[in-house]
């Protein structure tokens, strides 16, 4: 079964695709391509453009942030080299701590020479102590012998007799071991907190150079620990210790000693801790990492790890920051100054900081800090990158714009050159089909003729045989001409059909008419079944007779043994149903798809052998086209076919036709 209902026109099979198609590619695909491209381009050239456009905004800003951390930097250094200029050594380094200037410092006298950190240094006795060597020795092989007491003996009297303080202190200190590790506690408390607390004492030193008397009261205080009897020289001790580690005018203290005093005296009374002894223990770190002593105001690596040191012009104070104080002040800093828009500064040494996806922009810091770079990270949409997607997207819609005026314009162009391509195919069709199909009859004719002339006086009923196979073969060519006419004004679209109220009954009957002889002749049974109150239609009757006549024509050219045809016309809703039933040959699904096109014949020979040349259902399909119609086919193979044009029925009609 088929449903047909197709505009007049429409490109049948291989009408000029491949033209338009290559058309198409270059009028459209390829200037979509280019342009696709050269909007690529722009863009990335646009998001280039204002990167730099960012880049050299943010630079000017930089250069401003950099002048001022310079001034920052300056104004750091002098007052390093101002503050606390004209105290002892540990006093300013314990000032510059109080102050935060830095982290930590190292302090020089103005040859270059390392002041503070103190470290310890071997002390060569003044004198032969008195008693000693041997004394020492003896008592040695005593403590050794576990004779504590005997050799506690030896260093009092050791102690009573030299006049060298450094000595009778360390004998002092001797002694109280002694006593301490044979039990006798308050003994050695007595001689290390009373003993020892003699002025005198007061700035003897170990042979390293370490004060005595500190390390002694150290070593009270741990005798003392957790015995309730002792509790207030514990405390008197402790306070005493405290202030001597706070102390930073004479006796100058070893650095090492003085870290080690505060972290047992912190262990032992639970107080505040000593503020300075972070600035002390990196400092003594600084000394012991060997770091060469800096010799500009530059900020410049030590062998620590994340330690930078930077000194003052004087050179006499370096100051030590660690890395994460730098990072975070010169954030301060810049996070003041900076008025980037959109974007977060930092500052942080090369090599190190935000990681290549993050940072916008590096830029070198400056004088002092040469090793440093700013990092610039955007947060969020910035103006520059709204503006740059502002232009991206009028370049797209420009793009799209032209690609779719383009695409407009092939269309068109495509329209046409089909259009010019189908006209040229069908005349060459058509000569090639109307000489062909006119040559056949003309040429029987001209045979018919020739014969009759040649036997003037011949057989009557020959003559009359010959006469109507000539009036056949006109018959034939007439209606070949009748399509060929029609079809070719159909074709230029000329046909002006001339609608007004027709009763298809009565077009039934014109084409009967048309078609009685030819049906009787071959000995075919024509019914025509009409029903009854058969509304009308808008239609030219002409062109309805025509309609009819060629689906007539084909029921008796398309026909087997079997030559029972009948058209059926009836009334269904709104439309009106004129069907032509055969037995005849039929059509297979395939072929029902293809028979509307204009030239397409199944069987080529059978329809030339009846006068067909594939026009007759292009003339049927366009004419009910022209009504507002549609075609149904309904077909099987050696079953027959038939063949149904719906037709609008006359709305307004008010008349009938009687059935
Ligand atoms: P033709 O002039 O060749 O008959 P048509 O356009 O009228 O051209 O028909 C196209 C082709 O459709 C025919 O060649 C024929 O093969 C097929 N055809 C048309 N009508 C019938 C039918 N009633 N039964 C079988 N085949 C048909």
Redesign the pocket.
Known sequence: MRMAMRKWGTPTSGTGFGPVLLLLIVAVVAPTACLLWLITQATQNERLAIRQKLENAYRAELQEVRVRLEDWWRDRTDRLTALAADVPAGERFAKLVDEGLADSFILCNTQGELVYPVLPWPRVPESQPTGGPEEWVKAEDLIAAGALMEAAGIYQAIADQTTEIDLAAQALMAQARCLGGSGHHQAAIDVLVHRLSEPRYGNARDSNGRLIVPSAQLVALEMMAGRPADQSDFGRTARDLRARLLNYREPVMPTAQRLFLMERLGSLVPQPGFERWDAEKLALDYVESQTPLPSTTILTRTLLNRVWQLASEDKTVVALLQESRIVSETAAMAKKWATLPEAAVWVFPTGAGLSDRDCFLREPVGQTMTDWQFNVKLAGPNPFAKAAERQIAIYWWTGILVILACAAVTLVLARHMGRQVRLTRLKNDLIATVSHELKTPLSSVRVLVETLLDNECGNPRQTREYLEMIARENQRLSRLIDNFLTFSRMERNKRAFEMRAVSLSEVAKDAVEAVHERFHAAGFQLEIKTAPQLPQVTGDRDALVTLLV?LLD??L??ARNDRRVAVRINAVGDQVCMAVE?H????SRR?IRR?FDRF????RS??RE?G???????IVEFIVDAHGGRIDVR?QPGQG?T?SIWLPARVEATRTEQG
């Open positions: 060629n084909n029921a050219k398309y055969d005849g040959i039929g059509l072929d028979i397409y014949q199944v069987d059978l329809s009846s067909g040349c594939g026009l007759g259902l292009s077909s076919s063949f």
